[in-house]
């Protein structure tokens, strides 16, 4: 079954520091580009992160550059977000997806397949 399974999640204070997993189950993360996105309450869904496919290069939103950090683990079929210096405008529900892209990863439609989502919760 191909399927994306975020966990991580969870609260914590304003400066903290969470790291997000998502196993990837049914096919392998290295064929595919693979994104964290997330989405607040009356917000649109934005591209947090991204590692193409060919080359491994990673993408960032400007928000969280510097402050993130996103990670494949092949041998494990897993992505990992670590998410450092966490800001209130963090607040989300966080979710991992896969596209057939080669390049570009960041806030592309071809993302099809999605994760569940994995709630974090950050307060002052």
């Known amino acids: 079954q191909v399927r994306l399974v975020e966990s991580g999640g969870g609260s914590v204070q304003v400066g903290g520091s969470l790291r997000l997993s998502c196993a990837a189950s049914g096919f392998t993360i290295s064929s595919k580009s693979m994104g964290w996105f997330r989405q607040a309450p009356g917000k649109e869904r934005e591209g947090v992160a991204c590692?193409?496919?060919?080359?491994?290069?990673?993408y960032y939103v400007d928000s969280v550059k510097g402050r993130f950090t996103i990670s494949g683990d092949n041998a494990e079929n897993m992505v990992y977000l670590q998410m450092n210096s966490l800001k209130l405008e963090d607040t989300a529900m966080y979710y991992c997806?896969?596209?057939?892209?080669?390049?570009?990863?960041?806030?592309?439609?071809?993302?099809?397949?999605w994760g569940q989502g994995t709630q974090v919760n950050v307060s002052s």
């Open positions: 997806a896969a596209a057939p892209l080669t390049s570009s990863c960041l806030n592309r439609p071809e993302y099809r397949l």
């Open positions: 590692i193409s496919r060919l080359g491994g290069l990673t």
